[in-house]
Nanobody
Framework: QVQLVESGGGLVQAGDSVRLSCAASGLTINDYTMGWFRQGPGKEREFVASITWSGTDYADSVKGRFAISRDKAKNTVFLQMNSLKPEDTAIYYC???????????????WGQGTQVTVSS
């Protein structure tokens, strides 16, 4: 059974940094596309970043500020978020997919999400 457990969210100030973690079980993360998505208040869930064996992808809104990485030994994916802005406030979700993709529908498993709130 695949499980994804996110952690690391919280309340921070604009300009701060936060690192989110996604601990996976039931699969080996290096065999899949691992993605981060977010859903802000009143908004649809949107792509943030993904990592596969062939590389990484980022949404334009986070390029240069966020970095996705993975630790094979820990079977964990990370999202380092720097220079946070109030518009980054959202629930952040970790997801697993079989293809390099940015669309939510192409991801098969999802975590429960972790809240990140950025105050101005």
């Amino acid at each position: 059974q695949v499980q994804l457990v996110e952690s690391g969210g919280g309340l921070v100030q604009a300009g701060d940094s936060v690192r989110l973690s996604c601990a996976a079980s039931g699969l080996t993360i290096n065999d899949y596309t691992m993605g981060w998505f977010r859903q802000g208040p009143g908004k649809e869930r949107e792509f943030v970043a993904s990592i596969t064996w062939s590389g990484t992808d980022y949404a334009d809104s986070v390029k240069g500020r966020f970095a996705i990485s993975r630790d094979k030994a820990k079977n964990t994916v990370f999202l380092q978020m720097n220079s946070l802005k109030p518009e980054d406030t959202a629930i952040y979700y970790c997801a697993v997919g079989s293809k390099r993709a940015t669309m939510t529908g192409l991801y098969d498993y999802w975590g429960q999400g972790t809240q990140v709130t950025v105050s101005s």
